[in-house]
């Protein structure tokens, strides 16, 4: 089972429409979730982190955690043709003696197409 | 992108050529890390630097060689590469990883460099 999970897509929405992204990872003792974006030749961006379940917003982009079922999701609104890139989901841990001593596991990314 | 660099941002070399990649960062930073990404394949975490001790190596092969003179630069040596070698190589840095801290989150965020386009011949 793959550390981090991700639906590698191409997800295509129109312009305007909500997009939606998820994850799923492995390790329970994961305490901080993010989300980054990658242009094509780019490298990743942050975009916004979480580590309470619920949900996080920060303008278009809204993440939601659930520690109990171990899924993170990325939810972005009024999407916009520049939104289409990679977006890579990352959980912390486990790190060199199993704690989470400075490693983030990237998922394989999820492609987002947004069309005119 | 101007808080963490990377030099140079494309390099092609032969086989048996000796090349490094520089990584500076600044940021204020203390942890900084080599990651690999092929095509179609997830980032791959190379080496983990903090407060300029190695803290991690993720089997990678002996031709890479990571360098940290201090928290600011971190370098990778490359020799004797192979063609599947070829790939973008990212830097990233965060804030230090003090063990025994109050657990932050924000220490875990990662900021990435343009990368290094390589190509082996």
């Known amino acids: 089972q793959k550390e981090v999970e991700q639906n590698s897509g191409p997800l295509s929405v129109p312009e305007g429409a909500i997009a939606s992204l998820n994850c799923t990872y492995s390790?329970?003792?994961?305490?901080?979730f993010f989300w980054y974006r990658q242009y094509s030749g780019k490298s990743p961006e942050l975009i916004m982190f979480?580590?309470?379940?619920g949900d996080k917003e920060d303008g278009r982009f809204t993440a939601q955690l659930n520690k109990a079922s171990q899924y993170v999701s990325l939810l972005i609104r009024d999407s916009q043709p520049s939104d289409s890139a990679t977006y890579l989901c990352?959980?912390?841990?486990?790190?060199?003696?199993?704690?989470?001593?400075?490693?983030?596991?990237f998922g394989q990314g999820t492609i987002l197409t947004v069309h005119p | 992108e101007t808080g963490v660099t990377q030099t140079p941002r494309h390099l092609v070399m032969g086989m048996t050529n000796k090349k490094s990649l520089k990584c500076e960062q600044h940021?204020?930073?203390?942890?900084m890390y080599w990651y690999k990404q092929s095509a179609k394949k997830p980032l791959e975490l190379m080496f983990v630097?903090?407060?300029?001790?190695?803290?991690e190596n993720n089997s990678v092969p002996s031709r890479f060689s990571p360098e940290c003179p201090n928290s600011s630069h971190l370098f990778l040596h490359l020799h004797t590469l192979q063609p599947e070698d070829s790939a973008l190589y990212l830097c990233a840095s965060s804030q230090d990883r003090r063990r025994g801290g109050l657990y932050r989150p924000e220490t875990d965020t990662q900021y990435f460099g343009p990368g290094t386009r390589l190509t082996v011949l």
């Open positions: 630097y903090n407060f300029k001790e190695q803290t």
């Open positions: 979480i580590y309470s379940n």
């Open positions: 940021l204020g930073h203390n942890a």
């Open positions: 990352a959980v912390n841990g486990p790190g060199a003696g199993g704690t989470s001593y400075g490693k983030l596991t």
């Open positions: 390790d329970r003792g994961s305490q901080s």
